[in-house]
């Protein structure tokens, strides 16, 4: 951990709470409305909880093993743990009660067991469903068009709870095409927020990463998950 790494994340941190406040004044919301999530991948435990000390107050992992095998060392008497990536139903029972929040419902299956393994913890879990916006074959998260449908089947489940959704949009090669997939987005979030479901709520957008947070906030997310803006580019092969 040399000062310089230190440096640039402290350098970085504060730009990204600058631009963030920005872009939600931009739509008529404070700082305070949006959620500055750190994607932590591939970060050292002491990286991250040097960005804790800075304030950061939300952390994503999106891996089990690694999450695991960093959870000891993380500074979390203010900071929330949450779970990002794809999520196998298998794994589910070694991060209930572990992570605040899950990001990637895509299914009944997995819904129903981290409702399950929830429910052996004698705790409710929070769960965004996960939402393939860009039709993509490659990606996970539910299609637009089945949205409704899991909502429906997942609702009654006592164990969880449905805070919201969450989205990572096809890579675009323009600001204008990836804000149309955010806005999309937005436009369902509305429209499930609208229909007041029982036992769904529509409290959290989760959309926006490094390269377009900026883009996201305008178009209506409440929650940006940031990785290399702020922790600079990845190393996978540490
Ligand atoms: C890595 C990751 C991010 C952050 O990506 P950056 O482009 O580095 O900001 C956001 N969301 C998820 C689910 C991720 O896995």
Known sequence: MTEKLLDNINYNYHLIEERIAEAAAKVGKSREDITFLAATKTVDAEVINYAISLGLRYIGENKVQE???KYDDYN??????????????NKVRQIVGK???IQSVDSVKLAKEISKQSAKNNICTDVLVEVNIGMEESKSGVLPE???ELLDE??????????????????????QKISNFFAKMNNIFID?????????????LSMGMSADYYEAILSGANMVRIGSSLFGARNYNK
Not at 76 to 89: A, D, K, R
Not at 192 to 204: A, C, E, Q, T, V
């Open 154 to 175: 997942i609702k009654d489940f006592d164990n969880i709870s449905v805070k919201g959704l969450m989205t990572i949009p096809p890579i675009c090669d323009s600001k």
């Open 192 to 204: 499930i927020s609208s229909k007041n479901i029982d036992n769904i709520s529509m409290d959290i």
């Open 67 to 69: 999450l695991l095998s």
């Open 99 to 101: 992570v605040d929040l």
């Open 76 to 89: 979390l008497q203010n900071t929330s743990l949450q779970f990002i990536g794809h999520l196998q139903s």
């Open 146 to 148: 089945n949205l409704h």
